[in-house]
């Protein structure tokens, strides 16, 4: 398999196809995911089994932490009938430890499941994984600085839930737009959709690259690099607040320099929000939003837009898998 065709476009159709990247997806496509959503929202709300993918088992291999992907895919799994094969610290505890690649892991696990959930530690990592697996999907959860797509999906999902509609929106990102791997899909979906505007609040060396903010020019999304919370818009429909990304920094001076530059507080939201909007993190947190905020009812970030997480994951589970 190529990478293209690892890349290649759902074109309204799931079934089998790796998810590695927001590039892969339509507008229509990303439609039809949430079509799905309530199905699976109501069979989870009504402890209801779903049987979409009874009889397969998928194996969940994490090179890096992780607490919502892990568990909310372990769930989603579960809840469709599915088995799991979870492998936490390859690096250790398989034989990875021994020396094997990336590629050889995946055929091996290839020989036990249907479906490989792979978190990993290099952008590129998670197309080299679809790459192995012949027959198989792989769902990429997060490549080191590259992709996130399933939590777009679902940030995506919470945007329309909120406002009907992903176009003509103004968001407005804030912190590690460099080394965060869900702005990078968030950006790439809402460029899909005609007259969106993001604002974007960085610390200088983690803004978004030149070349991606090029690409989604040309899409015609506005983008607008902001300096200071003074010039976050009065306008803005969702706030999308992020963690500087420590793991990715090469010393902790420079990290700890950067990684309070923009804290969210509730004084904050008070002079620079308004009625409408939403406040959105994909979590973790790190000291970056002030405990305060979350019992704002605008704040989506330890409520719906995680719960949204494990209703996209059944739907696309179901959709690339079910029968
Ligand atoms: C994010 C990730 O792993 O990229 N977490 C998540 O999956 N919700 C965000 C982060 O780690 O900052």
């Known amino acids: 398999m190529s990478i293209e065709k690892n ?88 034989s990875i430890a021994k020396g094997e690649t990336l590629e050889d892991t995946i055929k091996t696990f290839e020989c036990w499941s249907d479906g490989i959930v792979i978190r990993s530690r290099m952008p590129g990592d998670a197309v080299r994984a679809a790459d192995a697996a012949l027959y198989i999907p792989v769902f990429n959860a997060g490549d080191g600085i590259g992709e996130h797509p399933t939590q777009s999906l679902y940030d995506l999902y919470t945007l329309q839930e909120q406002f009907n509609r992903l176009n003509h929106l ?68 969702f706030w999308y607040w992020t963690r500087v990304q420590k793991e990715r920094f090469s010393s902790s001076e420079e990290y700890e320099q950067v990684k309070y530059q923009f804290v969210l507080t509730p004084k904050l939201v008070q002079a620079y929000g308004n009625k409408h909007m939403i406040i959105m993190h994909p979590l973790p947190r790190a000291g970056e939003i002030e405990l305060g905020v979350d019992t704002d009812p605008r704040s989506v970030y330890l409520r719906r837009q995680m719960r949204n997480g494990l209703y996209i994951r059944m739907a696309l589970l179901s959709l690339v898998m079910g029968k």
Do not use: C, W
Request: without cysteine; neutral net charge.
């Open 7 to 94: 890349n290649e476009t759902i074109n309204g159709n799931f079934k089998g196809k790796n998810i590695l990247s927001l590039n892969q997806f339509t507008p229509q496509d990303i439609g039809i995911v949430f079509q799905e959503a309530p199905r699976m929202r109501a069979a989870v709300e009504n402890r209801q089994q779903l049987i979409d993918l009874k009889g397969q088992v998928v194996t969940l291999l994490f090179y890096e932490p992780s607490s919502r992907t892990y568990g909310s895919f372990t769930s989603a799994i579960q809840r469709l009938d599915g088995g799991i094969i979870p492998v936490h610290n390859p690096e250790t505890t398989t």
């Open 170 to 237: 103004t968001g407005v990102i804030v912190g590690d737009l460099l080394n965060g791997r869900t702005i990078h899909s968030l950006v790439k979906g809402l460029s899909l959709y005609r007259g969106n505007t993001v604002y974007s609040l960085a610390p200088e060396r983690l803004r978004l690259p030149q070349n991606e903010i090029t690409e989604l020019t040309q899409r015609g999304m506005k983008f607008i690099e902001i300096d200071t919370v003074n010039d976050i818009p009065a306008q803005a429909d």
